[in-house]
């Protein structure tokens, strides 16, 4: 992609200027333009951006009508690990390279699945309201959580055992819980090197007493929490979603809960984001609810920065980005993305 002026365009971002970016494209001789379009519609977002070779996008929807507009676009990536907010069959017809950064942000999303385990587990919005009560009569009072478990001997559920699962289960091993692990596509040679062995879904959900789920969004995974699903855990389970809010049916989860088919939930990311405010998740005493935060921490912060631009030089030498999603395309006639060959 060297020879020639090329443009970079960001449709939406969260950080909080685009400083360093910006003096990154000037050193590389890049054309470099952002916009804050996360909502808008196809025909905005093709109008600002069509003629960007590299366009780096957050939560802005990239439809296969935005993708048909796309007159030079070369390679997408998707700022974070998800891309369910962009149609990859059609950037694959295009002959455009989606890739993502799915090492970004791990450790920070798998501390935060272990803190709302902690904090569902332990029934924290009912330790707020005990403590409030003891300040206010002087009168202290257990009644209000029992029953509450200790977390040591118990069994976690890890759904998902990737990037994120992984590094969860490791810092898990410090608890003195046995873990289960489903995940039908981790390598074999992975689950040696982790010291477990995959477990069927429905098996997980019956022997689980934590649930942590750590899968992305496709056909299959859509809607996997259902009703049915919940009926198969213990009363006395809890679920906690820090990758994305549509491997749960809100409503079936909201029904578990009221039903006390399971006894709580910890979430930071929602079938529809934001939750609506009438949402009964947000009134209920057994549901703790983040921000869909787990991915920040300044540190992450950065490392998705340093990932992106890394992918964009790589870009501009004639490389590809480090994690292609739609590999595919690579052996397609009309891919516009030039690979220079190894010297």
Same mark, same amino acid.
């Given at each position: ?26 050193? /590389? ?9 996360? =909502? +808008?519609?196809? @025909? ?39 891309? =369910? ?7 694959? @017809? &295009? ?76 810092? /898990?091993?410090? $608890? ?7 995940? *039908? &596509? ?13 477990? *069927? ?12 789920? #750590?899968?992305?969004?496709? =056909? ?25 809010? %549509?491997?749960?049916?809100?409503? =079936?989860?909201?029904? +578990? ?16 984001? *934001? ?16 921000? #869909? ?12 920065? $340093? ?22 395309? /690579?052996?397609? *006639? ?6 220079? %060959?190894?010297?």
């Amino acid at each position: 992609m060297r020879g020639e002026q090329l443009t970079f365009k960001i449709t939406d971002y969260v950080e909080r200027d685009l400083a360093w970016e910006e003096d990154q494209c000037r050193q /590389l001789g890049l054309r470099f333009e952002y916009y804050q379009l996360r =909502d +808008a519609p196809a @025909e905005e977002l093709v109008r600002h951006v069509r003629d960007a070779d590299i366009i780096l996008v957050n939560m802005a929807r990239f439809s296969r009508e935005v993708m048909a507009g796309l007159e030079k676009t070369k390679v997408i990536i998707r700022h974070g690990i998800g891309y =369910d907010n962009v149609d990859v069959e059609a950037a694959t @017809e &295009y002959g455009i390279i989606l890739a993502n950064e799915r090492t970004a942000s791990s450790e920070d999303v798998a501390e935060h699945a272990v803190l709302l385990m902690l904090e569902t587990y332990k029934k924290r919005k009912i330790q707020a309201e005990i403590l409030r009560d003891w300040i206010q009569t002087g009168q202290w009072s257990s009644e209000k959580i029992a029953p509450l478990y200790r977390l040591s001997g118990k069994t976690v559920g890890i759904i998902g055992c990737g990037n994120i699962g992984s590094r969860v289960f490791k810092k /898990l091993q410090g $608890f003195g819980v046995k873990t289960l692990v489903c995940d *039908p &596509y981790l390598a074999a040679e992975r689950f040696r090197e982790l010291g477990t062995s995959h477990t *069927p879904f429905d098996e997980v959900l019956a022997q689980a007493d934590l649930i942590t789920i #750590h899968v992305p969004v496709t =056909d299959e995974t859509r809607g996997m929490f259902n009703l049915k699903k919940f009926a198969l855990m213990k009363t006395s389970a809890i679920v906690v979603n820090t990758s994305r809010g %549509p491997v749960i049916k809100t409503e =079936d989860l909201i029904e +578990a809960l009221k039903r006390r088919m399971i006894a709580g939930a910890g979430l930071d990311v929602f079938e529809k984001e *934001p939750p609506p405010p009438d949402s009964e998740l947000l009134s209920m005493d057994n549901v703790i609810l983040s921000p #869909h935060i787990a991915w920040y921490s300044e540190e992450g912060g950065w490392d998705i920065r $340093f990932m992106i631009m890394d992918d964009v030089k790589a870009c501009l030498e004639g490389r590809l980005p480090r994690h292609v999603v739609n590999k595919e395309v /690579l052996a397609r *006639p009309n891919l516009r993305f030039k690979l220079q %060959p190894n010297p």
